[in-house]
């Protein structure tokens, strides 16, 4: 019997694996087996630790990874996967292997760093602390990337095809739309992969299309629950933004925004810069303290066709944020340095965005415990994470193995979410032009997960299940 595996991202936010085993076809030869999304886990220690897990199926029996988009959570133990006997295909639209390029080596240095930091300070269980992967594993692996098109229908086997849709969540971020053939019947599976904001409402500075492809049609639906429990505030972010810059800069602060270097700073920098262009914020220096957002903002440009009206505006209006005065790439560790030296109101936006690791443990290291600075948190924090901590209003927060004061003010700005709030999913769904037979909700944390199964079972009347780890799913 073909079957659908939860592998990760099922009860947490981090990690999304989901297998397809297309065995069964009656011929007794093996069937193929597919993973949709191939995600790091973050946050909790309990969650991290999976990710020195064998999975159940051994990598080398894998046929080929299908992924919906260059974030670290659906991307990120690519690398390792392959580490482990990985020998197929990664599938993915233009752009997300363009982003991956970036964010897995990236990623890989991360690892490798955090494991030096560890056996400096002999701060592991394990001698030596080892990285998952390294940045040059990551490298190598870029090259069984496979670009596969938006709406162009792939087939893997004579069982199993597949074609990406757009989720409107970031560039190059897809739905899987998986068929399956078993005998006369065809079966349509839907990954949701990450679900970006629903058009007609207000979210600022999207620099992509907004929205998933609407009627969408699938026997079983995989959906991401991220903000299952929550709205979005709808008003428009740009005069609290404004007003908090204003008040640190005016109290001699800087300003500092733990910010995703794909993406998420890319948008930030917009908003920032026509902030700045209409005297709504003093013209203070802004750096870029990110190793990746120069090649982040480079892939941005060439893929501008993709992009929001608003967005083509701003970049017809400005150019490429590269070359704006007063804006500082630092991609050096002296030039991160060098931030530090300085005295003067600033604004640095730096990764990762959930203070998990990166240059923006410095920053924050250096400035939180002077009530001058501010803060500001622009995406999701999972629970587990020092973002998470900082932004729940903690004292102190660890970095470094040192408790670090936090006396610097904190704010979170939630309308720059990229995903669908509770209200959109639903609208989203009601496109559907019939009920799935089953939806199974990945990528929440339990609480989210749980509303959002209310909110669809009393408002669409579906059959909808929260998935649980290694759960096994029969399909067809
Ligand atoms: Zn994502």
């Known amino acids: 019997m073909a079957y659908l595996q939860f592998l990760g991202a099922a009860g947490t936010v981090t990690g999304s694996k989901h297998l397809i085993n297309t065995s069964g076809d009656g011929t007794g030869r093996r069937g193929l087996q597919v993973l949709i999304d191939c995600g790091l886990f973050q946050g ?3 969650w991290r630790l999976r990710n020195w897990n064998d999975i159940p199926v051994p990598a080398r029996e894998i046929d080929a990874v299908v992924l919906t988009h260059a974030h670290l959570d659906h991307s990120g133990w690519i690398p390792r996967l392959f580490k482990e006997g990985f020998h197929g295909k990664v599938y993915a639209t233009p752009p997300t292997i363009d982003l991956c390029g970036v964010v897995l080596p990236d990623s890989g240095h991360l690892q490798e760093e955090e494991a030096r930091f560890h056996n400096r300070k002999g701060t ?4 030596p602390a080892l990285p998952l992967y390294t940045l040059e594993e990551a490298q190598e692996c870029l090259r069984f990337f496979e670009p596969v098109e938006f709406n162009e229908t792939r087939q893997l086997s004579p069982e199993f095809s597949f074609r990406f849709v757009h989720a409107g969540h970031i560039l190059g971020s897809s739905m899987v739309e998986a068929f399956l053939r078993q005998g006369a019947s065809r079966h349509k599976y839907l990954f949701t992969g990450d679900i970006g904001r629903v058009p007609l409402k207000q979210a600022p500075g999207k620099v992509v299309h907004a929205g998933p492809a609407p009627q969408e049609d699938a026997e079983i639906l995989v959906m ?3 903000y299952g429990n929550r709205v979005h505030p709808s008003q428009d972010v740009r005069a609290e933004l404004a007003g908090l810059i204003q008040r640190t800069v005016r109290r001699g602060g800087s300003v500092v925004i733990p910010a995703f270097a794909v993406e998420r700073t890319q948008k930030f920098l917009f908003l920032i810069k026509e902030l700045m262009e209409t005297n ?11 190793p990746m957002a120069i090649k982040a903002v480079e892939i941005y440009l060439k ?3 993709e992009f929001t009206e608003e967005a083509r505006e701003l970049i ?10 007063g804006f500082s790439f630092a991609a050096t560790q002296e030039e991160s340095k060098k931030i530090n030296e300085l005295h ?5 936006v730096s990764s990762s965005g959930m203070v998990t690791g990166g240059r923006v443990l410095h920053h924050l290291m250096l400035r939180l415990p002077d009530p001058r600075n501010q803060v500001i948190f622009i995406g999701f924090q999972a629970p587990g994470t020092r973002g998470a901590t900082i932004k729940a209003g903690a004292r102190t927060v660890r970095i470094f193995s040192q408790e670090v004061e936090i006396r610097a003010q904190v704010a979170a700005l939630e309308q720059f979410s990229d995903h669908a709030d509770t209200e959109e999913l639903l609208r989203w769904l009601k496109t559907f032009p ?7 909700l990945v990528h929440g944390e339990s609480g989210a997960a749980s509303l959002l199964q209310q909110a669809i079972s009393s408002e669409l009347g579906w059959n909808v299940r929260i998935a649980e780890w290694l759960e096994k799913v029969s399909l067809g």
Do not use: L, M, N
Not at 124 to 127: A, G, L, Q
Not at 344 to 348: A, L
């Open 303 to 305: 893929y501008s066709s």
């Open 434 to 440: 019939r009920k799935p037979a089953t939806t199974y």
């Open 316 to 325: 017809g209006r400005y150019g490429s944020p590269v070359k704006w005065r």
């Open 280 to 290: 709504q914020i003093p013209h203070v220096p802004v750096f870029v303290d990110s």
């Open 44 to 46: 909790q220690k309990e």
């Open 124 to 127: 592991s269980k394990h001698i």
């Open 344 to 348: 003067f109101p600033c604004i640095i």
């Open 224 to 226: 991401e629950s991220t």
